[in-house]
């Protein structure tokens, strides 16, 4: 069955085709809803390596009776030694939805049904945000694991980029733990939404003050304000993607003599990560409603995503109502009258 689509043509092209014929493998076909855009999107568009791909992994689906789900998108084989241990992420075989295959940047998906989480929201829509917040929520787990944070009943703990990953381990941070924390961002903006929640919010961080750091925000020069930052014995989490080429600026010397442990998360939407962030995002809808941004149609989406950053703190995100189906595909169109408090952000 055709639908109409965003395909990747090569590095910074990107079309918006009608009628594409496109499916992976056999798995079922949905309705996709709506898709979030996010920095690996950005990356993605402007790669050499993605020509005829349908990008987009942050993906709501809807079935014909009305229901909603999050798509995980990332499908492990179930087999290896490392989906064995729960690192689907690094599954050597791993199938990526909107990365290695199709994904939600088109009217349909196919996809497996137990890679479909249900969703019970106020506004469906806000599903897109569960797998950036299933990736943070795997990210704050290897935190905190970390011993020098697990004998410490009152961590000090760093945040550094107050986008939408900065504000989702943040937000976690104080509802899951006892750590005192900080967020520092150069954009005042930025931290605005910080005033409301006992969060330090800082500019310029404190020198050798914090048991873990966690920089968010993949900015330039931030790895030096969070190795300045860390105290000895901490921890300095990697998050936010770096640009390509970056080094870590720290000697092997100062690395051993102040014993600090370097750590990294990137995505990893275990299939447990993925239950958790949606029990969390339903029970913190207004939080998250504050971080859906610009909402834009389908066949705008090329300009958009080559060429205009979200505002800070902001998902920019897809709906496809308005994209041209066939054969009367869209089941029941309730979900595009919904409307959130404070109107189209
Ligand atoms: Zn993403
Ligand atoms: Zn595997």
Redesign the pocket.
Known sequence: MSMSAVVSLGAGRLKYVERLEQKNGDWPQWQVCCCGI?K??RALAWSASNEGLVLG??VVCCDRDGHYYALNNKIGCGACEYCREGLTGHCSGICELGVTHHGGYATRISAPKHCMYSLRLHDPQLGILV??LACVIHGLGRLMAMPALRGNAEPRILVIGSGVAGKMMAHLLLHRTTARLTLCDIDNDALQWAQDWPIDCQRMPAAAHYHAVIECSGGEGTLDTALSAVRRAGVVMLYGIPAAGQTLPVSSETFLDRELTLLASRAGCTPTAFTQAVRYLEQHQPFFSSMMGKKIRLRHLPDELLHHPPRPGTRTWVTMAGAATHANEMPDPAWQKTTRPGGDR
């Open positions: 996010c690996t999107d992994h942050e797998e950036p």
